[in-house]
């Protein structure tokens, strides 16, 4: 997916200018690893300093700049799809796992994203057809991000160079 992302120049540029998924950050706010030793591959960056990361070649974990850091999607197509579908999921991850205050919060901050972004539900469009995706939605975008941050995160414990561990998103 990142690949086809990167060849694609209107896909790249919606998704680092509208959605905040951009490709071109590529230097996390610290040195980071995985407490298992796994590998980690820099994906994106997002304007607030945060960093998507490949986990061994599957899940994608977000670590803030904040030192908060959970698996946010399955792999890079659903990290594209979260994105994309939940352009203000970082309001949502606190409610996690209930998915009906996890729909709350998403539709307050999306009305809000909305009214700065009138054309947000045609780029989220334009997005998913540039890059052949089906769209997904919202319910079960909400559903798996909140398994990813409740059962799939524990597993990908990130550690900054000093060994100290980031705390849950």
């Not at 990167?6 to 071109?24: E, G, P, Q, S, Y």
């Not at 230097?27 to 304007?47: C, I, M």
């Not at 799939?152 to 990130?158: A, R, T």
């Amino acid at each position: 997916m990142l690949d086809r992302i990167r060849d694609n120049a209107r896909a790249t540029a919606l998704l680092a200018n509208v959605f905040d998924f951009d490709l071109t950050r590529q230097d996390p706010v610290e040195r980071v690893h995985l407490a298992s030793g796994g590998k980690l591959q820099v994906a994106a960056g997002d304007a607030a300093g945060g960093t998507f990361f490949v986990c061994d070649g599957g899940p994608v974990l977000y670590a803030s700049s904040e030192g908060t850091a959970g698996i946010v999607a399955e792999d890079s197509t659903a990290a594209v799809r979260l994105v994309t579908g939940l352009p203000t999921w970082q309001d949502v991850v606190a409610c996690a796992p209930d998915v009906d205050a996890m729909r709350a919060a998403f539709e307050a901050s999306y009305a809000e994203l909305r009214e700065e972004e009138p054309e947000l539900d045609r780029l989220r469009a334009e997005v998913a057809a540039e890059l052949e995706l089906d769209e997904v939605p919202v319910e079960e975008l909400l559903a798996s991000l909140s398994v990813c941050l409740t059962e799939l995160s524990p597993g990908f414990v990130l550690l900054n160079e000093d060994g100290d561990e980031y705390e849950p998103l």
